[in-house]
């Protein structure tokens, strides 16, 4: 059996990007590479890394452990930084996380999602966020 795996995008003005960016974990992230940066005092940055979401329960059971790509280029005394996140929509896992408890039909609607992706019927599917920041720079 083969499993046509989907993929959805969100760019910087969506409200799934503006919803991370305002966790505390994307602006640590941003906060940790430019404090990097300006020490060495470099034209450009790029890093890959991974970060749990632990702020917002419905951020959390969309990208609940996110790879991410940020990218950051002076530009006359300022950064000007792209991140780009990624996680895998699993149902299985996510409808469990919110539906917890004595819940019967959330346990019902994780097994349910659970067995159509085994059939194939309902496939798993990345998701891509991306994010623009602008931080002062070193001069």
């Known amino acids: 059996m083969t499993t046509n795996q989907g993929n959805l995008h969100f760019n910087e003005w969506s ?3 503006q ?8 602006i640590a992230i941003v906060n940790d590479e430019v404090k990097k940066a300006n020490a060495k005092k470099v034209k450009s940055f790029s890093y890959n890394g991974s970060e749990q979401l632990e702020s917002d ?6 990208f609940h452990k996110m790879k991410y790509k940020i990218d950051g ?3 006359n005394g300022q950064w000007k930084i792209t991140t780009t996140y990624s ?14 408890g004595n ?4 346990w019902a ?18 998701s891509y966020v991306t994010v623009t920041d602008t931080k002062k ?3």
Request: net charge neutral; charged share 25%.
């Open 73 to 75: 280029t002076y530009v």
């Open 57 to 62: 329960r419905d951020l959390y059971n969309a």
């Open 103 to 106: 819940n019967k039909l959330g």
């Open 137 to 139: 720079a070193w001069k």
């Open 19 to 26: 919803q991370v960016k305002k966790s505390k974990e994307h």
């Open 15 to 17: 409200y799934e990007a």
């Open 87 to 100: 996680d895998v929509y699993n149902f299985e896992y996510n409808f469990k996380q919110m539906f917890t």
């Open 109 to 126: 609607a994780a097994n349910l999602t659970n067995l159509m992706e085994s059939w194939g019927t309902l496939n798993e599917y990345t």
